[in-house]
Structure formats: C-alpha cells, structure tokens
C-alpha cells in the first residue's frame, strides 16, 4: 500500500496523499526507488514543471526499475503522468512484491494478505 511507501519516503521527508496524483512528476518515485535499491537513479529533473519534464523523468525511473531487473509490462511513463489507475496499482504491486516482500516467509505470507486486502479495496467489493 502506499502507507508502506509512506514509510520508506519519511525518510526523505516525503509523502504520498494521493497514490495516483503525486507520481505523476516522477520525483515521488525516484526518491521511492533510490530508497528501495540504495542506489542512485541518476540525472533526472529536480524540478519539472511542465508535462515533458515530467514524463522524463517517470522514463528515466522506468528504465532504472527495469535495470534493477523488475519486469514492467504495460505500465509506461505516459500512463504514469496521467494517473492511470490500474498502472500505478499495478507499479506498487510490482515494487512490493520486490523490495518489501523479499523477507522471511512469515513476514512474505503477511505483507501479501495486507497487500491483497488493500488491492481489493481500490478495485471495488465485487471482485473475488
């Protein structure tokens, strides 16, 4: 969920109040992964402020997470910036499955029910 991602950007003194809202700049995102891998994603823009900014620098983090060896598919910069609901979600699912999920079995068993519970409700009560 974001409040997991919440918890890793404290640290840098951000955080998320709208999921599909704050990436949409890539700053979020970049901070999140340099946290997450403990490297850097390199030169990016530390102030976009129009939309090619913007969506340079979510492409600049995509490639970073496929670097990382993160398969990403149908998620692109572009969806990102426009806060496509199902590719963001998508997104975090992906991140936590790899960074946050990658602890002893118990703990993996438990982020994995809390991550499943909160995937349902953002899509609704009438999904199995």
Known sequence: S???CNEFLKRRGI???DLYKDLSDGLVLINLMEILSSK???KHNAKPRIAVAKIE???IVLQFIEKEGIRLV?????DLHAGRENCILGLIWTLILRYAINLSDEDAGNAKDELLRWVRSKIGPNTT
């Open 74 to 78: 149908n998620i692109g910069a572009e």
């Open 2 to 4: 974001y409040a997991q």
């Open 57 to 59: 620098n979510l492409s």
């Open 40 to 42: 850097s994603v390199g």
């Open 15 to 17: 955080q998320i109040q």
